[in-house]
Structures are given as C-alpha cells and as structure tokens.
C-alpha cells in the first residue's frame, strides 16, 4: 500500500460531549500516516481544551484552528484545507466515529485506481450511541451504475464522514460554499461529479453517522434543509447528464417542500414556493397545494 498523509477535517463547535469519542476513533485507525486539522468555531464550552490534551498523547500532528468569530461548517472545513499538508483529505465531523479500517480501507481503493479523485465508504446511522444502530445505509450495484443520477436524486446520499477526497480536486473546485450551511456535501460532490471526477463506493461501512434524539427546533431545522435542497437544485438544475425529467421533479419537489415547511412562519413565502412549483411541473398536485395556501393567504387579509 501507498503511503501519503491524509489530512483529517474537522470542524467543530462546542463539540466537548462527543469530540473526544471522534478523536479516538481516529487514533485507532490502522492506516497510521494521518495528521488531524482541527478547526474549533468559537466553541465556549472545552472544546480546546480537549483537542490539546488528546495530542499529547500520539505522534501525529494535531492543528488547532480557531476562527475570529462563529462562521459555520463550510467556513470551518475551508480553513482546515487550507491548513492542511496531506494530498488526501478525510472529512469527519465531531461527533461522528470511524472504525479501525477506515482509512485504510479507503486507501485501498486509490491504491487498485490511483486515478480516483473521491472514494466514499457505506455509512452506519446510530442514535446517541454506537451500540445502538438504526440505518445501514444500503447502495445498490443500480445504483452504482446510475452514479450521477442516484447522487442528483439522493438515492445516494454520500456523508461527509464517509468520504477520502484528493486535495488537488477539492482546490479545483473551490472548496465548499462559504454561505451555505445545509446541503454543502452535496453540493461540493455534485460540482465534483459535472467535471467528470471519478467517485468509487469502497463497498464496506466504516463509517457511523451519529443522529441526535434530543434535537431541538426540528421543524425550524427542517425548513432550513429544504431550503439548502432547493439551492442545490436551482443551481444544477443545468446539468444535462441528468434526465430534464428528472431535474423537472427535483426541482419541482423542492419548491414544494419548501413552501409546505416556511409556510407556518411565512405563508407568502408558501404561495411563492408553491406557485414556482407549478411553473416549473404543472401537475394537479401542484396546483391544489397553489389554491389552498393562495386561499389561506386571502382569508387572512
């Protein structure tokens, strides 16, 4: 097997309750030319505290970053790349966990086709802690070979946890979007995919996924992914390996997704979604969801 370093991404943000689980998860790994660039968002909890006691205890090089002021996940990872020495980069979150073979698993891969670019593992979701998995995330060889129709539609939804990515590719295509806080994964790997970079599924779930119980503001939270769903999908509605059918519904769903969430807060914000909804497919279930919040909105004047 190669050997070049790879440079571990992680953002974080008052990260203390799992950071330290994630950081030893990384510390296991069995492919061991790895350095951690670290990028703490202004946490004001021990974030810090925990990074620097953890890397006195390995040799691999441990970069703390902290930002001037709370910037966000796009941001932070931006920061940590630019800070990074490793030709490969590895994304993790800080509450996420790897197994022992991760990276070397990945690894593997770009040793068979030193030609990838990005090669991604299957994910595990587990709920607060890893004994207790909810979700393997299953990819079928269809799939697989409607790559980037199954990215555009989610079928494959590639995590950032489970991703090794060559940093040369990731500064051809700018990073991830400064502004862009739900859906910048996707977003990052669907540029990726419209130049043609190679992407291979390792076939092996290395990586888990850590879903939340007590998540506050879920309904505010949803709105805000759909809302980061519409962006991805008014920005690549041009990309013509996709089927214009397909683009059509994608893009039409999202509209509508969106203006069924905003429009408990904001019901002109629904009549709007819904109405470019209908613009864009003109369906009869789009065009009921138009009348009822338009007579909503009228009732309530």
Not at 135 to 144: A, H, N, P, R, V
């Amino acid at each position: 097997m190669t050997n070049p370093l790879i440079s571990i991404i992680i953002p974080a943000y008052n990260a203390s309750k799992f950071l330290l689980e994630t950081l030893e998860s990384v510390k296991r790994q069995t492919y061991t030319n790895w350095e951690i660039v670290l990028v703490n968002d202004c946490s004001t909890d021990n974030t810090i505290e925990i990074v620097n006691e953890f890397s006195k205890g390995i040799s691999n090089s441990v970069k703390l970053i902290t930002n001037a002021k709370n910037s966000g996940v796009s941001v932070s990872r931006n920061v940590a790349v630019a800070n990074a020495s490793g030709t490969w980069l590895a994304l993790l979150d800080s509450d996420d966990v790897w197994l022992p073979n991760h990276l070397e698993t990945l690894m593997n891969e770009v040793d068979k086709d030193p030609q990838l670019n990005l090669v991604y593992a299957g994910c595990l979701v587990f709920l607060d802690t890893v004994e207790t998995i909810i979700f393997k995330q299953e990819i079928s060889e269809d799939m697989l070979n409607n790559f980037n129709v199954s990215l555009f539609t989610h079928q494959i939804g590639i995590n950032p946890c489970t991703v090794l990515l060559d940093t040369n590719s990731w500064n051809r295509v700018g990073g991830m979007v400064q502004n862009l806080q739900h859906a910048e994964d996707k977003d990052l790997f669907i540029r990726l995919a419209k130049m043609n970079y190679r992407f291979k599924f390792s076939n092996q779930h290395t990586a888990l996924y850590r879903k939340h119980s007590n998540v506050s503001a879920a309904s505010n939270n949803d709105s805000k992914m759909a809302l980061g769903s519409l962006y991805i999908y008014e920005k690549h509605f041009d990309w013509d390996a996709i089927p214009l059918k397909i683009r059509i519904n994608q893009l039409s769903d999202a509209y509508l997704s969106y203006a069924r969430l905003i429009r408990h807060n904001d019901l002109n914000k629904g009549v709007e979604n819904s109405l470019n909804a209908l613009k864009i497919k003109k369906s009869l279930k789009n065009a009921c969801y138009f009348f009822a919040f338009t007579c909503l909105s009228i009732i309530k004047l």
